[in-house]
Every structure is written in structure tokens, then in C-alpha cells.
């Protein structure tokens, strides 16, 4: 009769969060017939690490609304940043509101959601009051100072990120002091984040909205920037444009009734952006 060698391991594993823990290996006494082998080892070994419990929370990115119906969102970015404030100090650039937007908007009754940053509020408080005032419009955040919360974002400066949190709180308290009923969606500077800048727009408590580049900042002509947001326009889509106008976006207001009119010969029709994530 051949010899067995039977072993039985007897784990322990006691309970997390102590470095001492062992796992023990051993083999008692084991009798099969008359030839009995008994082997006895103790083998330790360091116990696993402790896991890092991940308590960020990493909120949804919303990108578009449900791909039914027929409502499109039209956004418009008030980006603002220093660089930009000392080019209107300067005289270089003589506005960066261009509510030339905003009156196509009123002239084709068409719904729109407004993204302020908190320097472009601070800047314009009359005309922010006269966007807000109008029910046309639906309200959020594009941080305070239009900073990247990641490196590597069109050359816009990087929010530290212990900063995080208050550059995205202040704008939304700034504009619930105008507009009460404002929402709490929020847009990323050139739609730019990471897990970090994520955990804090959830402490915040803002709901982060993306969309699709209409390319009218920078966009090389105004047909160039109609056919692009045409050719990317679908039940759902939010567009992303531009409300400061100036040298950063300054063909939107002549794009934006060409815009109008190429959805809705295409079926679509502008909405707020909380109808068309409404959408069913
Ligand atoms: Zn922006």
C-alpha cells in the first residue's frame, strides 16, 4: 500500500486591520492502515495589506440626454479668466460678452442653458440679472476663474487641489444670490477632469455636465462651426457654445441662427438641458 501523505491546512485569518495576523499551515496526525505518516510544519507567512478603504465618491458624468424625442441642448459657456480680464483693462478686447447670443436667442424664442463663470458674473452683473431674469434661460457653474482641474488642458492654468472645492462652490453661490431657482449643473473648463476634480464637484454637490464642441471657440468660419454642430446633432445632444464672444468665440451670435434653423430642418428642436435629460 503506497503512503499517503494527507494534509489538512488549517487557515487562520484573524481579523483585518492587524499587521500580526498569520496564516498558519499545518498537518495533525493522520493514520491510514499500518503505515502511518505524520508531518507537522508551521509556516508563516506576512499577512495581506490591509486594504485602503476608497471612500471619494465619483459622480456621473452627464455627456447627453436619452437619445429619444427631439430636444437638443443649446449651452453657452461664460468663460472668464484673469488673463482675459487684463486684455479688456488693456483695451484689447472690448467685450467679452457678447449678447449678441443672447438676443438671437430671444429672436428665434429659443431655450438655452447658460454656464457662468464666476468671473464673467462679477464682470457683468447687469447683463448676468438680464440673462437670469428671463425664464427663456436655465442656470448653472463653469467654475470661478476658468482654471483646468487637470494638467494638460488647452494651456489653462491647473487649480490646486486643495482649491478645488471652493472654485467650483463659488460661482454657485454667487448666482443662487441672483437667480434663486438656478440648477446646480456644472461644466469643467475645456471639459476637463479626472477622478480628483470629480470627488470634488460631488462634495460640492453639483451634477457635471459635458456636451459636444460646436467649435466656435477658435472655430475658423462660421460655416465651419455650422457644420460641425449639425453634423454631431441627434435627439439628446448637448452643444457646447460660447458666450463670451470677443477673440475667443467671437462667431456665435452669427453661426447661432443657422444653427437654430439647421435643427429643426432636421426635426430637432432646442430645449433646456433639464427637459432634454428629462426626455423619455
Ligand atoms: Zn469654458
Redesign the pocket.
Known sequence: MPRIAAVFILAALAAAGCAEDLVVTAAPPSSIGATTTTTTSVVVVPAPPVPIVETKVIPEVISMGPAVGDAVALTF?A?LTPSMQARLRSGTVESYANMAVVDVLRQMDAPATIFFTGLWMEEYPAETADIAADPRFELGT?SQT?RAFRNGCYGLGVVPREEMEDEIRRPVTALSLVAPTATRYFRF??LCHDDESLAAAASVGVTVVDGDGSGDAGGPSVDAIVDQTLRRAHPGSIIVMHLNGGDKAPLTDEALPRIIDGLQARGLRPAKLSEVLAAR
Open positions: 459657456d468663460d463653469h476658468h473648463p475645456g
